[in-house]
C-alpha cells in the first residue's frame, strides 16, 4: 500500500534561513508524489509534483523537492523563507485505482512557522 | 480559467439534519473527489466521481453519497448530521493526474 510520513509535525524557521520538510513515502512501485500547501481557512495549493520524470521538482514560490528512491524520501526546501510561507504543508501520494481513477493519501501535515 | 468553486463557504446545521454541499470543477475536468478534512482523522478520501458515476469510495458510512451531473458538477450529501460530522469538506478536480482544490465548505454541526 502507499503511504507518507511527514517526520515532523511543526518547523519553526527565522524569516531568509532555508526551509526543509521532510517526506518518507511508502510504495511498491514508482508513486507520484505531490507537496501541497494549505493557508489558514484556505483549501488545499498544489507546490509541486513528482510523476517519474526528472527527479529534482522545481514548484511554485521558489520551493522544490527531490525524489531519492534509495531513501525512499521526497524533502521540500526553500533557500530563504518568507513570511508569507507559514501555513500547513502535505505531503501527498496518488494511489492508483480502477482506470484512470486516482485518490490521494495525506501524510499528517507540517506546520510552518516563519518568525523575524 | 476559473479554479474549483464550492458552496456553500460556512454552514452550521444541528444534529440530525442533514446537508448537502456543491462543488463545480474546473472547466473541463471531468473527474470531482470529495475529502473531508478534520483535526484528528486528517483529510481523508470519501468518493470520486467521473462522467456522472461513482468510480471510487472511501471508508465513510452511508450517510455520506453524492453526485454528479452531466456539466461535471458535483454534490455532496450527509444525511443524520453527527457532531462528529463537523469538517472541513473539500472538492477537488482533475483532468490527469494532480487534483486541484476548492476552497471547501466549513460545516459545523451542533
Known amino acids: 500500500a502507499q503511504s507518507v510520513t511527514q517526520l515532523d509535525s511543526h518547523v519553526s524557521v527565522s524569516e531568509g534561513t532555508p526551509v526543509l520538510l521532510r517526506c518518507n513515502y511508502s510504495?511498491?512501485?514508482?508513486?507520484?508524489l505531490f507537496w501541497y500547501v494549505q493557508h489558514p481557512n484556505k483549501g488545499l495549493q498544489l507546490l509541486l509534483k513528482?510523476?517519474?520524470?526528472?527527479?529534482l521538482v522545481k514548484g511554485i514560490n521558489g520551493f522544490e523537492a527531490e525524489f531519492k528512491k534509495s531513501e525512499t524520501s521526497f524533502h521540500l526546501t526553500k533557500p530563504s523563507a518568507h513570511m508569507s510561507d507559514a501555513a500547513e504543508y502535505f505531503c501527498?501520494?496518488?494511489?492508483?485505482?480502477?482506470?484512470?481513477?486516482?485518490?490521494?493519501?495525506f501524510g499528517t501535515g507540517t506546520r510552518l512557522q516563519v518568525t523575524l | 480559467k476559473a479554479g474549483v468553486t464550492q458552496t456553500p463557504r460556512y454552514l452550521i446545521k444541528t444534529r440530525g439534519q442533514q446537508v448537502t454541499l456543491s462543488c463545480s470543477p474546473i472547466?473541463?475536468?471531468?473527474?470531482v473527489s470529495w475529502y473531508q478534512q478534520t483535526p484528528g482523522q486528517g483529510l481523508q478520501f470519501l468518493f470520486e466521481y467521473f462522467s456522472e458515476t461513482q468510480r471510487n469510495k472511501g471508508n465513510f458510512p452511508g450517510r455520506f453519497s453524492g453526485r454528479q451531473f452531466s456539466n461535471s458538477r458535483s454534490e455532496m450529501n450527509v444525511s443524520t448530521l453527527e457532531l462528529g460530522d463537523s469538517a472541513l469538506y473539500l472538492c477537488?478536480?482533475?483532468?490527469?493526474?494532480?487534483?486541484?482544490f476548492g476552497p471547501g465548505t466549513r460545516l459545523t454541526v451542533t
Open positions: 510504495s511498491s512501485y514508482s508513486p507520484s
Open positions: 501527498v501520494v496518488s494511489v492508483p485505482l480502477t482506470g484512470t481513477a486516482s485518490k490521494l493519501t
Open positions: 472547466s473541463g475536468h471531468r473527474s
Open positions: 513528482y510523476t517519474s520524470a526528472a527527479t
Open positions: 477537488a478536480s482533475s483532468l490527469v493526474g494532480e487534483q486541484y
